[in-house]
């Protein structure tokens, strides 16, 4: 029986680096990169595998149905192989070229047998039981040219769970590879499997064979991998592992696991990094929960798909279908939740029930957010499917009127009442609504919100065909599919109306700030007159801003706020800049490091332009920080942009669960040249040896207000959403982690605690950025550091300076005589990374 206390010891082996490799220019124009097997998935099947295998064994047989160029056999046997154990290997692939690459690579391992087969329809070693065998067969490839042998095989009892459709043999694969296992009353055995999306939640006969399987009990686990691991292409794949041993499985349950984001990407490829395997062959041994880890119900992967109808006010006929996931029923009590009492919507079809096995439809609930912001609100949530009077249709001059709304289908432009606003790059939708429940100014004003902007973006992607370009088609199937996922707050219509009437005022008070901008060029004299009208309104504005700030950037801020001379104000406000520059920085380097080898290069970069620019990082000027934010900056903004569904996670991972247009605001150009602006400002005022009187300084300080004023509407409600905290203690409960933390915002202290759910937990004495229910907060790096106060019990924020020898010194825009410290430079070698020089 496999040990639940320490990993099998040929994991660590098979960890290490190795020095073969997978695919080398001596196969190369005998076989094709479709036959080798990257390090990361050799790695992945070795865990799958070994994690749960007796480490007493002393002889284990290992069957590689799929065998290609025979990096991942022979991985796993030579990590078995160095700490003793005894391997009998057989390997078999249809290709005479792979396998004769094969043969060579095994050439000098004892009994290894490789043979050129069809293993579809032909066994090589009949007589032959394993222990672990790993499925890595080619990814949706058909079968119909095995189909005569292979439903021979089937009469003769083979293939015992059914035969999947004939365009996806994935099945076929585990289906022998479950038969060939050692039998379970003499040991059994475990399979590790590789598979593509369509294997685990296509239906027809596909989904019968797998639901058969996970009905029998041999299902251990589904683990979602990054894409673009293997060297032939960037679909996503899955790891299964099963087992025909009791001690294994668990009646009714199996884990889900979601290596998503964790992956590095150096020249391009990605790769799994070594303590992500761990977390893995941890949570596959102990069967204990973890961050990216859970064991669910199998019932948990029923998905159900329906035909939904309602009947407009005019007597049209609308139908759309509805998918769920999480053995969500689609009934009566469903559809009221989803559509609103009353609405109309019925089920014009029986539901029909499928395995799926995805696990990111478990792990990720997308729509929660928007639920609870509207709850919070106390407004009930509608689809949009249940409000329309007819299918969306591609908008034209002509759709005008009261019920009207225009709704972009691409990530730019604005929803609007006249599509001649829509200020759209792609296409636009025109949607009618059936009744005056809606007030389509309302709907069209939310729909630009960040809450709205995040519902379109939700339904683009949920609605959308095609993998790595998302497109929503123009059938009407496809365009009710996406009203069917456009989800929308339908407050009391007093409240609509109250709300679009606000915003319609703010809009033209805009607007005559803008005319008045423009007023004072025509008319110079006026131009104190004119600030002086509209100042007002906002004096309080940065005030207000400040109990939502992180607290090394608030107490910088209220140094200056509260300074008694204009000099000082001047100077305050400067190195309050100075703050918000190297915590800015910090936080996108933090983030940035969530890959370390992408991140690797654009440190390289960074490093680059500061020797360019005679910075460093060993002397920090607002200049160093600037240029880190601008790089790091724009390598999480190309993750953002390029489409990637991993790179898309795992950005919005490494901020802490961020929704995506709260990181788009952080990493914005705009950020970065307000920045770069406030750069110039500062070397031309500081540099100036000169005179400068009281009212130049006055004039200073205005634009530095005026400069924080844009930067609060550049950042939003980002530092409400996105919480600084020192991290205290921490429980386990049933649903996850939960830990206690100091909430470090605001110009207050002491700072109020609170618990928060986490996947990862927090250390001691570091500062973290967190939500509630984040999976991994984002720790910062030591160039940010709150410490007591020398004279109080009162927190001081110390920021990274420069190196001196052996020395740091950090200083504080808090305090005067306490306004700096020195620290031992080893405190942030690791912070420094990639950015030295030396």
């Known amino acids: 029986m496999a040990t639940n206390s320490a990993p099998h010891p040929a994991i660590r082996a098979a960890l290490q680096s190795s020095g073969s490799v997978p695919f080398s220019d001596r196969d190369r124009g005998l076989v094709g990169p479709e036959h080798a097997t990257s390090v990361s998935l050799a790695r992945a099947l070795a865990v799958g595998g070994l994690s749960r295998l007796d480490p007493s064994l002393p002889s284990v047989g290992i069957w590689d149905p799929a065998a290609g160029l025979g990096f991942a056999g ?61 499925v890595d067969a080619p990814w949706g490839m058909a079968w119909q040219s095995s189909a005569a042998a292979v439903e021979a095989r089937h009469a003769n009892g083979e293939f015992a769970f059914g035969l999947p459709q004939r365009s996806d043999s994935t099945w076929l694969f585990i289906s022998l590879a479950l038969e060939k296992l050692r039998p379970a009353e003499q040991g059994g055995g475990r399979v590790a499997a590789l598979v593509n999306p369509g294997a685990l939640s296509s239906g027809g006969a596909t989904g019968a064979v797998r639901q058969r399987v996970v009905a029998a009990g041999l299902l251990e686990s589904v683990t979602r991998l990054p894409d673009g691991l293997a060297p032939n292409t960037d679909i996503p794949l899955y790891l299964l592992t099963f087992s025909n041993r009791t001690e294994d499985v668990s009646k009714g349950k199996a884990m889900i696991v979601d290596l998503q984001t964790m992956f590095t990407t150096e020249h391009r490829r990605r790769s799994i990094p070594v303590e992500a395997f761990h ?52 009934d009566r009590e ?62 034209a001059e002509s759709k005008q009127g009261e019920r009207w709304l225009f709704v972009p289908t691409s990530r730019d432009g604005r929803a609007a009442t006249d599509l001649s606003e829509t200020a759209a790059g792609g296409r636009v939708l025109a949607v ?35 993998y790595h370009v998302k497109v929503v088609r123009s059938d009407a199937t496809s365009l009710m599919r996406w009203a069917d996922e456009l989800l929308v707050p339908v407050p009391n219509l007093r409240v609509q109306l109250a709300l679009a009437s606000a915003d319609e005022r703010l809009s033209s008070f805009q607007a005559d700030l803008g005319t008045r901008r423009a007023s004072i060029w025509s008319s110079p004299e006026s131009a104190d007159e004119v600030v002086s009208k509209v100042a007002s309104v906002f004096d309080d504005s940065l005030t207000s801003w400040l109990d939502q700030l992180p607290y090394p950037i608030a107490s910088a801020l209220w140094t200056a706020e509260s300074a008694h001379s204009v000099g000082d104000q001047q100077r305050a406000y400067l190195h309050a800049w100075e703050a918000i520059v190297t915590f800015h920085a910090t936080v996108l380097l933090s983030a940035s490091r969530s890959d370390p080898g992408s991140s690797s290069e654009t440190e390289a970069a960074i490093r680059q332009t500061l020797h360019q620019q005679h910075l460093g990082i060993e002397r920090a000027s607002f200049g160093t920080w600037v240029v880190i934010v601008e790089k790091t900056s724009k390598n999480l903004r190309s993750a953002l942009e390029n489409g990637d569904a991993d790179d898309v996670a795992r950005v919005r991972r490494a901020f802490a669960d961020l929704g995506r247009a709260g990181i788009e605001r952080l990493i914005s150009k705009d950020v970065v040249k307000k920045f770069n602006e406030l750069n110039a400002k500062r070397n031309r005022w500081s540099g100036h040896a000169g005179y400068t009187s009281e009212e130049e300084l006055r004039i200073q300080v205005d634009s530095l207000v005026s400069d924080l004023r844009e930067l609060r509407g550049l950042l939003g409600d980002v530092w409400d959403q996105l919480l600084l905290v020192r991290p205290g203690s921490a429980r386990r409960r049933r649903d996850g982690l939960v830990q206690m933390a100091e909430v470090a915002v605001g110009t207050r202290t002491p700072f109020a605690a609170r618990e928060f759910a986490v996947g990862d937990q927090m250390f001691d004495d570091e500062l973290y950025l967190v939500r509630d229910g984040s999976q ?52 942030l070698r690791a912070d420094f990374g990639d950015l030295t020089l030396g």
């Open 334 to 395: 469903f559809l009221e939740a989803r559509y609103g009492q009353d609405c109309g919507v019925s089920l014009a079809e029986e539901p029909r029930e499928t395995v799926d096995l995805d696990p990111s439809r478990v792990f990720r609930d997308d729509v929660r957010e928007l639920l609870r912001d509207m709850a919070a609100k106390g407004w009930p949530s509608r689809r949009l499917s249940s409000l329309l009077a007819r299918e969306p249709e591609t908008a």
């Open 432 to 466: 009618q609504f059936d009744d005056d429940s809606v007030y389509t100014p309302f709907l069209a004003a939310w729909l630009n919100s960040e809450q709205g902007v995040a519902s379109r973006l939700r339904a683009i992607d949920n609605a959308s065909s095609g």
């Open 74 to 134: 022979f991985l796993l046997v030579e990590a078995l192989l160095s700490t003793g154990v005894e391997v009998r290997y057989r390997g078999q692939d249809i290709s005479e070229a792979a396998v004769s690459a094969s043969l060579r690579r095994f050439d000098g391992v004892p009994n290894a047998e490789i043979a050129q087969a069809d293993t579809l329809a032909h066994d090589a070693f009949e007589d032959f039981s394993a222990d672990l065998v790993i």
């Open 279 to 330: 977390e893995l062959e941890s949570g596959l041994r102990t069967k204990r929960s973890g961050p990216r880890n859970r064991t669910i119900r199998t019932r948990q992967f029923t998905r159900r798909d329906a035909r939904l109808s309602r009947v407009t006010s005019e007597g049209r006929q609308l139908s759309w279908r509805v998918t769920t996931y999480n053995d969500t029923a689609i």
């Open 776 to 827: 991994s907060p984002l720790r910062l790096g030591h160039f940010v550091q709150l410490r007591v106060a020398p004279r109080s019990a009162q927190f001081t924020t110390y920021f990274y300076n420069r190196t001196e020898g052996t020395r740091v010194r950090m200083v504080s825009y808090q305090y005067g005589p306490e306004s700096e410290l020195q620290d031992d430079v080893e405190r």
